[in-house]
Structure formats: C-alpha cells, structure tokens
C-alpha cells in the first residue's frame, strides 16, 4: 500500500508540474532572482527553458541568476541560446555585474567574438553616432534608476537621502529629454533597423519619463511609428495608459499602479473594461494581468478589482 501511495504521489506531482506554464516557471525565476535566491531561481528558468517558445531576456535572466549562483556551465549555455533567440545589446551584456564572474573563464571570450561577429553583420548599415549617442542616453536613463532603487530599498536610507538621489534623476532626465526630443524633432522617430533595438528603445524610455506635454506631443508619433514597425506596441501602451490618467482618464492596459495615500498600498490604477483587459493587452503583447500584477507586488483578481473600482476612481479623481 505503501509503495503504491508513493507511486500516486510521484504521478500526481508529475501532473501538477506539466500544469505549470512558461509563464508560470518564468515568472517563479525572476521572484527569486530578484529576491537573491538565485539557486532556485535557477531552477525555475530550467523548467521554464524545457517548454516552446523561449524568449531571449528570459534566457538572459537566466543566465544572470546562474552566474551569481555558481553554475556557469547553465549560465554561458543560456546566454548562447539568448543571443541565437535575437537578445542583441552587447555593450550591457560586457559590463553586467550580474555576469562578472564568468569573466575569467575562456568561455567567455568565445562568447563575445560570437556576439561581437553577430552584431558586425547585423549593424553593418546602422547610422553608428546616432546609435552610440542613444545607447549613451539608454545607459544614464537605466543607470540612476537602479542606483536609486539601491538607495529607496535600503533601510538605512532616509528621506533626505532619497529626496537626494531624486533629485539627480531628475536632472538627468532632463538632459537627456533635451537630446532626445531634438533627435524626434530632426529625424523622426527612428527604428531599429537604423539604430538597433536598444537605441530605439531609449526614445520611448526617455518620453515615458518626461512631463505630461512633452508626452502629448510625441505620442501621434509613436503610434505612427509602431505602425510602420519603428516601435514596440507594448511601449506604445504602456505610454497610452501614463498619457491618460495624467489627463484624468483610465488607462486602457492596466500598467499603471498607484499608492493609495492613507493606507499606503499599491493598487492598480483604474482601467476601461476590466473584463477585456487581458485580450487588449494579448493585442498589443503584453502578458496578462495575472502575469503582471506579481511583478509590482500584487495579486490580480478581476471580480476583487472590480468591486473596488468605483473607490479606485473618486481616490484617483479619474473621468
């Protein structure tokens, strides 16, 4: 009897787990890479890599969660898979911290001449100042956002000393909007096929950080630009929800949150149509709420959401 118990259990184990989606092990990595348990995380992403349709910052995240936990040999076989899976920003990849440790191995040499030959023949025709003056810009906008993550996470932090760093974001931010905005002004919002992904990805991160009317004025070009494929869809709506609850509207993909002033906790900022929110965001791709909602630290429930939308819309003063 006992044996056979055992049997059913294994089964029953082996049924939950093939249950479990990409997402699922996807989204279980990155809660533990973040939390630094990387070891687990590991083997989340491991699960995850088993099933079809792998995605090259998955793979990367991997890989940097196999770095810190010691297993290089998963680490350089994830990020070779991610760099033949389309993942194209080199110049992050040599100084990420997360892959210091592979450093001094051979194979880490062998895995820059690959990349490196890939992107010679990939940017062979990219307008290359314009590139690395946007990936300059992409690296300060990235690069005061953790160091003030670093800061706001700490406990011994104070407010003055937040206060501090925000300051200096915010300066920064608005260098680098002055470069920007000359950039769309004289050339238009240019793709990646002229510039890379990543440099192309720095226009939207630099608008969606930028004041409301700065917003405004760039927002009919990105959406012509996502129709003629020089932007991300998702980065057009995540830019269309901001846009809006700045103007007093709800947003349309539900990607923006907000911190209730009483209570302080974090809630979803309210959306048209909950019901419809996750094929919206299936159109433009986007995860579904459910899979969003764990990486801002909540938990999504529609009929919840819902009961609780009309005191979401007087606390936010929303149209």
């Keep these: 009897m006992k044996k056979r118990f055992v049997f059913i259990l294994v089964v029953f184990n082996s049924i939950l787990l093939q249950a479990q989606t990409y997402s699922d092990f996807v989204r279980k990595g990155d809660s533990c890479y973040a939390g630094g348990a990387y070891k687990i995380s590991v083997g989340f992403y491991e699960k995850a890599f088993k099933k079809e349709a792998v995605k090259s910052a998955h793979l990367y995240n991997g890989a940097c969660s196999a770095a810190l936990a010691n297993e290089s040999k998963s680490a350089f076989k994830w990020l070779n898979l991610a760099i033949d899976n389309g993942y194209e920003n080199l110049g992050h990849l040599k100084k990420d911290r997360d892959l210091t440790v592979l450093h001094s191995q051979k194979e880490w040499k062998e895995l820059i001449e690959k990349f490196q030959k890939k992107m010679d023949g990939i940017e062979a025709n990219y307008d290359k100042p314009l590139q690395k003056e946007l990936l300059a810009i992409y690296d300060e906008d990235q690069d005061i956002r953790k160091d003030f993550m670093v800061v706001y996470k700490d406990k011994k932090s104070d407010k003055k000393k937040i206060d501090s760093i925000g300051t200096i974001m915010i300066y920064k931010d608005s260098l680098n909007l002055i470069k920007v905005a000359k950039i769309l002004d004289e050339r238009g919002w240019v793709g990646k096929n002229t510039v890379g992904e990543q440099a192309n990805q720095t226009l939207f991160l630099v608008i969606q950080h930028a004041p409301l009317k ?106």
């Design 214 to 319: 700065t917003q405004q004025k760039y927002l009919p070009m990105m959406r012509d630009a996502v129709k003629k494929g020089d932007a991300k869809a998702g980065s057009l709506a995540l830019l269309e929800d901001r846009v809006a609850l700045r103007e007093g509207r709800k947003q349309i993909y539900g990607s923006q949150t907000s911190m209730d002033r009483t209570t302080r906790k974090p809630h979803i900022s309210p959306m048209i149509d909950p019901d419809n929110v996750d094929k919206r965001r299936a159109e433009v791709g986007l995860g579904t709420m459910a899979e969003y909602a764990p990486k801002v630290g909540l938990v999504w429930n529609l009929e919840a959401y819902k009961k609780e939308l009309p005191e979401l819309e007087k606390l936010e003063n929303l149209k």
